[in-house]
């Protein structure tokens, strides 16, 4: 059988990662610097995170199967980690 879209990967870029917590949560976190969130994009439907726009120096862990490495940058110079689950 012919699957026309078995290599499409769902992509997020940087900038927005933000954008899958709620205001209340990154409020949290800005006050409460010992501890960051965590910020699974495969659970919001995304695979890739990708490395197009500026992320916030506030450290946080992110939770995918694939990083550019643009963004496994960005999240590291943010005092963020990358996580890769399969």
């Known amino acids: 059988h012919l699957i026309k879209h078995g290599k499409v990967i769902p992509a997020i870029n940087v900038d927005r ?16 610097t010992d501890k960051a969130p965590v910020i699974d994009v495969v659970k919001a439907g995304y695979m890739k995170v990708t490395g197009k726009g500026v992320l916030p120096e506030q450290p946080v862990i992110v939770k995918a199967r694939y990083f550019t490495k643009e963004a496994e940058v960005k999240i590291k110079e943010a005092g963020g980690v990358c996580v890769l689950c399969a």
């Open 17 to 32: 990662l933000w954008g899958l917590v709620s205001e209340q949560t990154r409020a949290y976190y800005k006050e409460n």
